[in-house]
């Protein structure tokens, strides 16, 4: 399977602009995207799924369970099912869900 950035669907969060190359409504049991990080993310709680983050260039911080990391280019995070989580900072970040989420696979904390 290749898919090319100009296949991507942009959703425009405002704080961030995601990127899917994969979609959960698309059926793949995962969904893989860019997220360009403005600001940042909301406070999430993820449900039923695992959720990594590769940092592709920039900085900022994730904060995981009220633990905060600093994160830079070539760090991976791993967001794990019942984790509350956000970040902030500039990065351009790679995001891989399994299986793949959507909107229903977080509780939104703030």
């Given at each position: 399977m290749?898919?090319?950035?100009?296949e991507?669907?942009?959703?425009?969060?405002?704080d961030f602009?995601?990127?899917?190359y994969v979609?959960?409504?698309?059926?793949?049991?995962?969904?893989?995207?860019?997220?360009?990080?403005?600001?940042?993310?909301?406070?999430?709680?993820?449900?039923?799924?695992?959720?990594v983050?590769?940092?592709?260039?920039?900085?900022?911080t994730?904060?995981?369970?009220e633990?905060?990391?600093?994160?830079?280019?070539?760090?991976?995070?791993?967001?794990?099912?019942g984790?509350?989580?956000s970040?902030?900072?500039?990065?351009?970040?790679?995001?891989?869900?399994?299986?793949?989420?959507?909107?229903?696979?977080?509780?939104?904390?703030?």
């Amino acid at each position: 399977m290749k898919i090319s950035w100009n296949e991507r669907k942009i959703s425009d969060h405002g704080d961030f602009i995601a990127n899917f190359y994969v979609k959960k409504e698309d059926g793949k049991p995962f969904n893989a995207l860019i997220v360009d990080v403005l600001k940042g993310h909301y406070k999430a709680r993820l449900k039923g799924a695992a959720r990594v983050y590769l940092v592709l260039d920039g900085k900022g911080t994730f904060t995981i369970n009220e633990t905060v990391l600093g994160v830079e280019q070539n760090d991976l995070i791993v967001i794990q099912d019942g984790d509350a989580y956000s970040y902030e900072g500039k990065m351009r970040l790679f995001e891989f869900n399994v299986p793949a989420t959507d909107r229903d696979n977080e509780e939104k904390l703030e």
